[in-house]
């Protein structure tokens, strides 16, 4: 049974008589070299640019089959004319009149049609014998097809632009591509690259892709979730210098299965595949190119480029720049907290967190409702009983959900106050939890909010010039600053109730908003 990216030459044929063609034919040409050969230089038109004079491509191979990239400099024309004849003609009678940039006597002419030529051999030896190129070489669709044969990145990308569905694998385009589109407005891909420490990251996976394969084939890249150390790789890969080259041989793989099948097929070892699915690096020795290892934040053995979080400015900017106003970049980018997972579900993308998988997510509606707390201040692990869960398994949860990928939960050790809980992004967290809220967790979280934020603050009671010394007296709040600080955003987040959160919420979302409101 024939494979979706089995490609014939009668594929081809069918495939040059579309629309398309003409400006795709350059650049399934230009992906073949590359993914073939070592090309000291290679251009070849696409697109819009086919429009244009001069030659279709030129070239510089250092090596590569040479029944397809001679060896040496050559300049091309494609073409996928029904007059097959005609166009050769015309295309080698305007060329051997103006060569340049090339030397004619050094160069070798090579023909590409799109159709099927059965003389092919015939009109490259007559013209061959004009001499007026060192030699001359005619490809049509069967050679095409051959040439697939030895470039399965090509040949898998090829398959979906005949319209066929090749399941289990992805080109770096079309990855990044649906990433950006995931929301609404689309989000830049760019902003995966953004910050100091990611440009560093971006470095190692530059320099590691400038190595020879046997010094070093495998490359992990850490980042919060799999998913975004994919759009990681695959943007540094598309930004490289060497960007047709890995575009050419880069394979992103979605199944075990179709990594295997890959990994079996002839020209494998010149691929870089970037594996998407679990365990992989138990698959790495199946492989004998290049891989890229993507991991969450819980998968990692010393990962080689290490993304953090980005900073919210550079997030704002970005947004401001190219989606949305300034005003609203600036709200999302501090709600995302510097986590494009984040960042992605606060603009529509429907995927739900994986957090709320764990088994103890009821324990985390009261840490939706406190957002911050302390651990080891004991009026904090009172407060949190009295939202119903014991502080022993919250602080559990908290620890876990810290370490996890797309982590909800953050850390904040000071050296002061000590160890405390908060969400990573309160809006996100409600956004995932709020439809989990019953009335009467509500009400006992207003009574709770009230009794701790009306609390009087025994500083107060203090003369004027000795407040400053309070700590050492003991006249402090009861309650760390960190679950006050938490309670009062919550307050805050639900009496303003924006439009985002109001589709979450709905109208009881606004009932919690006005009971919390008029009870404090």
Known sequence: MARPWDISGDDIVGWAARAEAPALLPVLVRRLAFATGRLSRFSMRGDGGTRL???????????????????????????????????LDEDFESRSANADPLDAATSTYVAVTGRRYTKKLEWAAIH?????????????????????????????????KLGRIVD???????????WSRRTNPALPSSLVLLGVDRERAAATVHDWCGRAAEQSRVLQVQADTRDEAILFAASCLLSSAQREHWVSRSIIVESRESFRAL????????????????????????????????????EANKPAAVLDSIPYGLIARALGDETMSISR???????SGGKLSVLQRLLGHPAAPRWLQVSEVRALIPMLFVGEWRPKNEPDREAIKRLGVSADDLEAVCTRLSTCPDAPIEIDSSRWHGLSFRWASPRDAWRALSARVSATETRNAVNV????????????????????????????????GALRRGLAR???????????????????????????????
Not at 58 to 86: C, H, N, Q, Y
Not at 490 to 516: A, C, P, Q, Y
């Open 263 to 298: 990994a079996a097929e002839s020209g494998s070892e010149d691929l870089l595949l970037i594996p998407q699915f679990d365990n992989a690096a138990d698959a790495a020795g199946q492989f004998k190119g290049r891989i890229i290892l993507p991991v969450g934040s819980d």
């Open 449 to 480: 909010a009230v009794d701790i934020l009306a609390e009087g603050d025994p500083r107060f009671t203090m003369p004027k010039e000795e407040r400053f010394i309070a700590p050492l007296r003991r006249k402090t709040l009861r309650h760390s």
């Open 168 to 178: 289990g694998v992805l080109d770096l385009e079309t990855f990044v591509e649906a």
């Open 128 to 160: 061959r014998s004009q001499q007026v190129f060192a030699n001359v070489v005619c490809l049509d669709a069967d050679d095409l097809a051959t040439w697939l044969e030895l470039a399965p990145s090509v040949t898998r990308w090829f398959a979906t």
């Open 490 to 520: 919550t307050l805050v987040m639900l009496s303003i109730f924006d439009e985002d959160l109001s589709r979450v919420l709905g109208t009881r979302g606004d009932r919690k908003s006005t009971r919390l409101n008029s009870s404090h």
């Open 329 to 335: 970049a600036e709200q999302v980018a501090r709600d």
């Open 53 to 87: 004079g001069g030659w279709d491509g030129v070239g510089s191979v250092i090596d590569g089959p040479p029944m397809f990239l001679p060896a040496g400099t050559s300049g091309w024309e494609l073409s996928v004319r029904e007059d097959v004849k005609g166009k």
